[in-house]
Structures are given as C-alpha cells and as structure tokens.
C-alpha cells in the first residue's frame, strides 16, 4: 500500500476534483490519475466516480474513507517518533543563498520543510556566491546556494537550472522571436557588477567570436531590470534574477543558449546535524521528501 497514493486519495476527496487537488499538492494531474488507478487496481475496485461535476466517492470508497484516514494518522505517528529518534523535533537549519534563488526557489522549500517540522528553526541569510562560500566554511551557515560548478572542498547537488535571457528596452519596431549575434551587436548592456555572472556572460560573447559592449555595471539586478524599461540599454541576466520583469520590456532567448545551474553546496567530509541532512533531503527531493 503507497501512503503517498492515500495522501493523493484523500487530497481528491477534500478538493472534489482531479485538477484542484493536483493544484493543492503541486503535482500534475496524471501523477494523481496514476496514484488513484494505482490504488484501484491494488485493491480491485473502484474508489471514485468522475464526472462533469468532479470526483466523489463511490458508496466502497465511502466506507472506506475513514480506515485511510487512520492509516494516515498512524503513518503520521510513525514519523513523529522517527523524527524524535533522529533529532528531528527540534534543532536548526542555517542556509546561505544569492538573492534570486532566496526570492524564487526557498521560500515555498522553507514553508513545505516547516509545515513538515515545525520545532526546528530555519534561518536565511542572503549573499554573493563568494561570500556564501566563506560562510560555508567557517561554520556560519549549514549550506548554501550557489552557481555551480564550485570548487572540490563543496559536496555539491544540482537543483535546478536557470536561463540567461536577453532584456530588451522599449521599442517601435517588432522584435523578432530568435535574435541574432548581429542583431544583439547593436545594443549597449548593462551587465552586473558581480564579476562571476559577468564573466561567465562575456565569455560565452568570445567563444562565439563576438564582442560586447557594455555601457553600465550594476550591482543589484532589479536596477539592471528597471534600467532597460527607461531604455538606457539592453541586459544579460538570469531569468530568476530579472524577476518580476516589466510589460514594456522584451525577454528573449540567446542566439545560442546558456544556463546557470543553480546547486547547494556542503563542506565536504563534514558531519551535520539529522535537520540539515533532512533539509538537503527536501531540496534534492531524496529521503522522506521523494515523490512517489
């Protein structure tokens, strides 16, 4: 018996539909089709008609609502004493990230984590890549979110991958879906202060034979951003960092793709307390955070 199917089952029922418990679960839809035909044809039969009017329990499925719900409940139970045995019922998680990644990808990690352990304490500081590395090693912080690749003294995982897209000002004319290098050649950027993106971005300009012209550098992203809506140049950023981006500017892809993958990095060899562990657990989705 799958406890995460019971878990699909029981959000379907409380949702009235397929599609709204997917939204709740932030899953897809099939995954919670898969779940629920799982649970069908382990048991050999039918748990929930569908209909114009959503998902309801068949007169079986009703009766057996409740013993989910204390199947559940005991699972619950088996977790909290795990937890318990572990270290899990208490501690702290210290995490150092760049600020896009703080902005997009933590917050909903933070809120799932906490909802899942609520006595363990997380805190948040923001920095530069350089600066979280130095954190990292002297202990300050538990982990920490960076670029990747970094250097062998970081254990490292990649959890997920960010674009550079191509921030265009305000315009007249129509602006082609797929832009050329000559095309780009035209503009003036405004590149971040913050010499690793920078470089990475100028790099990938030469190895194409290309040069850029930069007419600012800019140490906060969301000025770059507000930069090119006034029209005083064009930027190279990844898409997390140009969030939220103005209706007035155009966002387009490179003439040749390049992408920032984003990790989170440990001091290798370096034993840390049952929170942490769980918390990379959650950001790699492995362990008790694994979807099924």
């Not at 805190?123 to 350089?130: F, I, M, S, V």
Request: aromatic share 8%.
């Amino acid at each position: 018996m799958n406890i995460s199917a019971l878990k699909i089952l029981i959000a379907v029922v409380e949702a009235g539909s397929f599609s709204e418990a997917a939204l709740k679960l932030e899953v897809s839809q099939s995954a919670v089709s898969r779940a629920i035909a799982s649970l069908e044809k382990e048991w050999g039969i039918s748990l929930l008609s569908r209909g114009r009017f959503g998902a309801q329990l068949t007169p079986v499925g009703e009766r057996l609502l409740e013993p989910v719900r204390e199947i559940l409940q005991l699972d619950q139970r088996i977790v909290n004493e795990i937890n318990l045995t572990k270290g899990l019922n208490g501690g702290r998680v210290r995490i150092a990230s760049f600020r896009s990644a703080a902005t997009h990808l933590l917050p909903a990690k933070i809120a799932q984590f906490s909802q899942r352990y609520p006595n363990i304490e997380v805190q948040l500081t923001e920095a530069d890549p350089n600066t979280i590395e130095t954190l990292v090693k002297s202990g300050k912080v538990d982990l920490g979110l960076v670029p990747l690749p970094r250097s062998a003294e970081f254990e490292t995982w990649e959890i997920a991958d960010d674009e550079f897209v191509v921030l265009l000002p305000p315009t007249q004319q129509a602006i082609p879906p797929q832009l050329t290098w000559e095309a780009l050649s035209r503009y003036a950027f405004i590149l971040y202060s913050y010499a690793e993106c920078t470089t990475v971005v100028q790099e990938h300009w030469s190895r194409w034979g290309k040069s850029l012209k930069v007419a600012y550098e800019i140490k906060e992203d969301s000025t770059i951003v507000s930069m090119v809506a006034q029209g005083l140049g064009a930027a190279v950023l990844p898409k997390l960092a140009a969030l939220p981006i103005p209706e007035q500017v155009e966002v387009r892809s490179l003439p040749v793709p390049l992408n920032r993958r984003i990790g989170v990095a440990v001091l290798a060899d370096q034993l840390h307390p049952p929170a942490v562990f769980a918390f990379l657990d959650l950001l790699r989705g492995t362990g008790l955070f694994a979807f099924h």
